[in-house]
């Protein structure tokens, strides 16, 4: 029998919450470096890949064969530049969440297989193991309404919050206890590769009761997406 979310069916500009863990959740992600990797691999995937100066980089006489060879990985490097948004993410020890518009239908598939084939290459070889590192392929579920575009971006940013630790006011650098995009949806900082527009739009940037971070530090209520999160 096939596994909650794991047949999919995609739109053309749908949205969807993805997500993955680890082979019997063993954790995925074992030391900074890991998360760095991940995350520099969303950043080159959804960046807009500028051939013309790589190729005018390539043509110089002075290149490195060590440049050189980076170069051309770059241009062989699949690139989702316009075709895949990612509103907001968190990476969890051994799972992470992914909230993702596409704007044709076969791009999330392309763009996750990717995604995992890479970091499992990077993954193996770096801790000498070998065979699957996720438990099976991706999950994703389709979002279908505002209300749950809004309710899903706060359960995933919820996530790595220590709520022992919320300051009241200025940096969240100490109640993040793991990588997420809640920082840009909050202004402390910039990250071309991650969209806010869509969901902040929503909250006011003036008034604090009404802001994101209002919305997001509310008590979890998960009812309006049940059908939209991670099998238990």
């Not at 002075?62 to 051309?72: F, W, Y």
């Amino acid at each position: 029998m096939a596994a909650k979310n794991s047949r999919k069916t995609y739109a053309d500009h749908g949205y969807y919450h993805i997500y993955n863990r680890g082979v019997e959740k063993r954790h995925i992600f074992l030391d900074p470096q890991d998360y760095g990797v991940f995350l520099s691999y969303l950043k080159e995937y959804l960046s807009p890949k500028d051939e013309k100066a790589l190729f005018a980089r390539l043509s110089k006489p002075n290149v490195s064969p060590q440049e050189k060879d980076k170069i051309l990985k770059l241009l062989r490097l699949n690139n989702f530049y316009n075709e895949i948004f990612l509103l907001a993410y968190c990476l969890m020890p051994n799972h992470f969440h992914l909230l993702i518009k596409q704007s044709s239908a076969l791009s999330i598939d392309k763009f996750m297989n990717s995604l995992a084939l890479r970091y499992v290459i990077y993954f193996n070889r770096k801790y000498n193991r070998t065979g699957g590192l996720f438990q099976d392929v991706y999950k994703a579920v389709s979002v279908t309404t505002d209300e749950q575009l809004l309710y899903l971006s706060r359960y995933i940013h919820q996530n790595p919050l220590d709520r022992n630790k919320l300051p009241k006011k200025g940096s969240l650098d100490d109640s993040l206890s793991q990588p997420s995009s809640y920082p840009e949806y909050l202004d402390q900082r910039k990250t071309n590769w991650i969209t806010t527009d869509e969901i902040v739009s929503y909250f006011s940037k003036t008034n604090p009761k009404s802001s994101y971070r209002s919305f997001v530090e509310q008590t979890e209520d998960i009812s309006l997406i049940q059908k939209l999160l991670i099998d238990n």
